[in-house]
């Protein structure tokens, strides 16, 4: 019941951010590329703008209010004449004008000459150079390295103005290191999965801490999932049964390790070892003449791969069941140099998809309503973690063909071999005990209000659950979230006014496949696309403080690359994060795709929003995720001690690039990044071209569909680029179309219920081109497997999306020439 009370059920309505419709408040524009000519708009300025600028925001507070403050009016300096001459030689035509206003007062004739020649220059320039004028006062770290990214050619760097310059130093100044560090220190304090009193209190501790800030909107939203826990009144099991069945031997479990999701029941059976569990290592074990049908494969944690995908691909080889365990080869298992213990296990959820998976594709605010349905990621064999002690000894007894040398892990006493059988004979029988049980989960919401586009979004997010200590897993990102949240709220009392809203997110529930958001998402699919720009998950940022990784959306790669020349290292003082990059190999290794268990995943693969997350990492692995040993103490020792300042630079890298996306005019996204995605595919068919005509096959379609989208965005690339983007009205045209570039790429040919990630770059499923260009493989590795039919399908499926993309950028029907093959 108190529960209840802190948290309403979400039985009324949403609240939504008022609609844009109060007037703009333009700011001076100092994007446009630098003249060293006479450029007419610093006369336009000069002549009709006033020195200072009010702002509906509050007052400058004293640091001691900014938890907290009242809100007052305050007046941001912009540059004033004398800071204009301060800064270098200009062509300032009005001190030419004042001059003979004044000094030659009885020659009005020559005052009503020079009105003439301003106002004839002014028009002349204005028509050449259309307002292309930038002049950079800002100073510091990264300014020589600082370049313009994205769809944003004009007022993105107007963005790098003084404006931007003075937000960027005022977020510098208020980000702090110790707050970081104790909210980390408070939340991994005891385990709190979702529903847990630990839990439930944590979030009350949260919604006060948004409420203190008092932002704009603070509000929760509450929602009923089935979550899947181990029974209390049966535990999972592991045994060694002879050849009648009988049980030999039992191998100890710790009754608190599980897979969320797992299917239950028992299963008996040889043992295969699969290495990762990989397609290709599932391949080549069907090479070597071993098959895991019958069977209960055991594979290692890590090789890229997530529990979920590792036991569905189990699962589609034939497998009866899985045990996933960690090798000393990936998780450092030294407990003298800060290892994992060889009697822990690893426990990560098993199911191939995100949200409840008794609602999929729709929300579960109230899933009673709802006719049961089972999401087709939901896995048919029952899974379990087990230790690498465990996992020694059932590996140690089995008999058949070596393992690749590729293969071997480094558990102590293990002849790597693949099994199936046992020397002795025996068998392996498992057994899962685990309940469905229905979870209250709460969201928190807390937002600053944009001043001229109140409704488009920029939203940050990090879980707040966990099912150990979880330091790492909800820790530094409910840190990160909260001290940015902070900060941005005390700009805002310092005058900050955000062009843009600004939504910070506490998700419930992310243990279980990002439960909270993907619900979250599901009840507002309809209007997201045309209200979130971007999405930035906080989840799991530091693991270490030495290389960044960047698991994003090509559209985000723009503005990413900006921000890491303006952020120093955490660990090489005096250098930026870019420059660093580029000594240990080039900052292009940073970008990564998407990957299915990220918090990032299903804002683009399902909901068509560009998302991004960061994570700070050591070269050796982090190996306490997902344990009860992921404690802010070991930690730190990780980070020798650097915990908030690793903290604070992971605030400060995504701070900048939210500040770039809440200030711009324009978007800084690159609209045209997928055109070199589809590019890369047209490559691959083209080397095929031959075999598929021979097929029947052609990839033309394909090849116009490219040509039209890359054309349609580099058309609209250079709209943006010479339009007047001071015009609020043109503005918002080109801004409302770059926000749906992401969303055009989610296939409308698939059902979200059956198929939730329907993007077909990012997504899964037979849409997607990694579908495409897998059974393309096929034409070359094993050419009996591939289907003509399927094919077909598949590139029709990924065409016609790609085309729709094109057609959608190309903006008015009038606007489109369709092409007939």
């Known amino acids: 019941m108190e529960a209840k009370q802190t948290f309403p059920d979400l039985s009324r309505p949403f609240q939504t951010f008022p609609d844009f419709s109060r007037p703009f408040q333009t700011f001076p524009d100092l994007s446009r590329p630098f003249l060293p000519a006479c450029s007419m708009d610093l006369l336009t300025a000069q002549l009709t703008q006033s020195s200072s600028v009010s702002l509906p925001r509050s007052a400058e507070v004293s640091d001691e209010e900014e938890e907290v403050g009242g809100r007052q009016g305050v007046e941001l300096r912009f540059v004033t004449l004398e800071e204009e001459q301060e800064a270098g030689p200009m062509c300032d035509i009005r001190a030419l004008v004042l001059r003979y206003c004044h000094g030659y007062r009885r020659g009005c004739g020559l005052c009503v000459c020079a009105v003439v020649m301003v106002t004839a220059a002014f028009l002349l320039a204005f028509a050449v150079f259309s307002g292309r004028y930038h002049c950079s006062l800002l100073g510091g770290l990264g300014q020589g390295e600082e370049?313009?990214?994205?769809?944003?050619?004009?007022?993105?760097?107007?963005?790098?103005?003084?404006?931007?310059?003075?937000?960027r130093e005022m977020m510098r100044r208020l980000l702090q290191d110790e707050d970081i560090h104790n909210t980390v220190s408070r939340v991994s304090r005891a385990d709190h999965p979702p529903g847990s009193s630990e839990g439930t209190a944590l979030a009350s501790e949260i919604l006060r801490r948004f409420r203190l800030l008092q932002m704009d909107h603070t509000w929760t939203e509450s929602l009923y999932a089935t979550l899947q826990f181990p029974s209390r009144a049966q535990r999972s099991s592991l045994h060694l049964v002879d050849s009648a069945g009988l049980v030999s031997e039992q191998i100890p479990l710790n009754p608190s390790d599980f897979c969320p999701f797992s299917a239950t029941g028992n299963y008996t059976g040889g043992v295969v070892y699969a290495n990762y569990g990989r397609p290709e290592d599932f391949n080549l074990l069907r090479s070597l003449g071993v098959s895991a049908v019958g069977h209960v494969v055991v594979m290692r944690v890590g090789g890229g791969v997530s529990f979920a995908e590792k036991v569905w691909l189990a699962e589609r080889n034939g497998a009866g069941g899985a045990l996933i365990y960690p090798d000393p080869a990936d998780l450092p298992q030294d407990p003298r140099r800060l290892g994992l213990n060889s009697h822990t296990a690893v426990s990560e959820h098993v199911h191939l998809g995100s949200g409840d998976p008794f609602t999929p594709g729709f929300p579960s605010f109230n899933h009673t309503k709802f006719p049961p349905i089972q999401s087709s990621g939901l896995p048919l064999i029952p899974a379990l973690p087990i230790t690498a002690t465990v996992a020694a000894k059932l590996l140690s007894q089995l008999s058949g063909p070596s393992c690749p040398p590729s293969w071997r892990g480094r558990l102590p006493y293990v002849r790597c071999v693949l099994g199936p059988e046992f020397s002795s004979g025996r068998r392996v029988q498992m057994a899962v005990h685990n309940v469905m049980t229905p979870v209250l989960l709460n969201n928190i919401f807390s937002s600053l209000e944009g001043r001229v586009e109140p409704d488009q979004y920029i939203i940050l997010g990090a879980q707040r659950d966990s099912l150990g200590p979880g330091a790492v897993k909800s820790g530094v990102g409910t840190a990160i979230l909260l001290e940015l949240a902070r900060t941005f709220a005390a700009m805002a009392r310092k005058g900050f006014s955000p062009r843009r809203s600004l939504l910070f997110v506490s998700w419930d529930a992310g243990d279980f496949g990002n439960v909270g958001a993907t619900e979250w998402l599901e009840g507002y699919l309809s209007m997201l696309h045309l209200k979130a720009v971007a999405y930035f998950s906080l989840d799991q940022t530091i693991m270490g403080d030495d290389v960044l990784s960047a698991y994003t959306s090509p559209l985000l790669v723009d503005l990413l690359d900006a921000a890491i020349k303006q952020v120093e290292h955490p660990k090489h003082a005096g250098q930026t994060i870019y420059s660093q990059a580029e000594r240990e190999g080039g900052s292009w290794r940073i970008m990564k795709p998407l990957y299915l268990n990220s918090g990032a995943y299903s804002f683009t693969a399902f909901a068509g929003v560009p998302a991004m997350e960061?994570?700070?990492?050591?070269?050796?692995?982090?190996?306490?995720?997902?344990?009860?040993?992921?404690?802010?103490?070991?930690?730190?020792?990780?980070?020798?001690?650097?915990?908030?300042?690793?903290?604070?630079?992971?605030?400060?890298?995504?701070?900048?690039?939210?500040?770039?996306?809440v200030h711009d005019h324009i978007l800084p996204l690159r609209i045209t990044s997928y055109a070199q995605t589809v590019l890369q595919l047209s490559a691959q068919l083209n080397k095929h071209s031959a075999e598929l005509q021979s097929r029947g096959l052609s990839p033309q379609w394909l090849f116009s569909a490219r040509g039209d989208y890359s054309r349609a965005a580099e058309t609209l690339q250079r709209a943006i680029d010479y339009s007047d983007l001071h015009d609020p009205t043109t503005a918002r045209f080109y801004n409302t179309r770059i926000m749906k570039v992401e969303y055009y790429f989610l296939s409308q040919y698939v059902s979200v219920m059956?198929?939730?990630?329907?993007?077909?770059?990012?997504?899964?499923?037979?849409?997607?081109?990694?579908?495409?260009?897998?059974?393309?493989?096929?034409?070359?590795?094993?050419?009996?497997?591939?289907?003509e039919s399927r094919f077909r399908r598949q590139l029709a499926l990924f065409t016609w999306t790609l085309q729709g993309a094109a057609n959608a950028l190309r903006g008015d029907v009038w606007s489109i020439h369709t092409h007939t093959h």
């Open 614 to 661: 960061l994570r700070f990492t050591e070269e050796r692995a982090y190996p306490f995720v997902n344990t009860p040993y992921d404690s802010v103490s070991r930690l730190q020792e990780v980070l020798g001690g650097r915990l908030g300042v690793t903290g604070r630079s992971a605030g400060e890298l995504v701070g900048e690039m939210v500040l770039r996306l």
């Open 754 to 787: 059956e198929t939730p990630f329907r993007h077909v770059i990012h997504g899964r499923g037979n849409h997607t081109l990694s579908a495409l260009t897998e059974h393309l493989a096929l034409l070359t590795s094993d050419p009996g497997r591939f289907n």
């Open 147 to 167: 370049q313009q990214g994205g769809g944003a050619n004009s007022p993105a760097e107007g963005g790098a103005g003084p404006y931007l310059g003075e937000l």
